[in-house]
């Protein structure tokens, strides 16, 4: 029997061997703890903007770190996420499919922005050090960063962006292989309780032309 190419990628089981189901509310937990921390910050930061704004004169450029239209988006971004966060633990605990969907697209939209980082990071790596330029004169160790030669710096730079990106590619065959073994198992479900569920329709006797009598109905048909 022939098998999709992708067949052969899925797995019920993810790392410290528990299965991906497992794997993926411990995923969605721990966004949703990030995510809300996030979000705690955000709101601190609203109610009080005076402890975590930084002017022009302590960046050393003509802008503001974040302005009060920033910390909206921000903050509406946050709730996004704990809401897709909450989705996909919520449809996984359920073994509900459709509710994993939208956290595996930004798993996905996520993996692309880090692809693309490191697309211009090799394809321009002169970027580095303007960005270590722009740097606040106070950031740690912006010094040490910048005396480095630039060479080393990108190979740094580039490893260290490909790990993760590995990191991120696992998470997202976890969350895929999760979708299937749930999507599967549901469709497992219905057909066994169809087949398991046969009801017999019984036809009404009919009369035979021949000598008018009623003769026996035939045999119900039973779906298999």
Request: proline share 6%.
């Amino acid at each position: 029997m022939l098998s999709s190419p992708w067949a052969r990628f899925y797995s019920n089981s993810c790392c410290l061997c528990c299965h991906v189901r497992t794997g993926t509310i411990i995923l969605g937990v721990w966004y949703l703890i990030i995510n809300s921390v996030v979000l705690l910050i955000l709101l601190s930061a609203l109610t009080d903007p005076d402890q975590y704004h930084l002017t022009s004169a302590e960046l050393g450029g003509e802008f503001e770190f974040m302005d009060d239209a920033n910390m909206c988006i921000a903050t509406a971004i946050s709730l996004l996420m704990i809401l897709i966060c909450a989705m996909a633990t919520y449809g996984a605990y359920k073994q509900h499919a459709a509710w994993i969907i939208p956290f595996f697209c930004y798993q996905i939209f996520d993996f692309a922005l880090n692809t693309l980082v490191a697309i211009s990071v090799l394809v321009y790596p002169s970027t580095i050090q303007d960005y270590l330029r722009q740097l606040p004169t106070n950031f740690p160790y912006k010094e040490e960063i910048m005396s480095v030669n630039p060479t080393c710096l990108v190979v740094i730079i580039l490893l260290f962006i490909s790990i993760i990106l590995a990191f991120k590619g696992y998470l997202i065959s976890c969350v895929w292989n999760c979708y299937r073994y749930i999507n599967g198992r549901n469709n497992s479900d219905v057909l066994v309780y169809i087949t398991t569920n046969d009801t017999a329709v019984l036809l009404p006797p009919y009369d035979d032309p021949a000598n008018g009598a009623a003769k026996d109905p035939p045999p119900p048909y039973v779906s298999a």
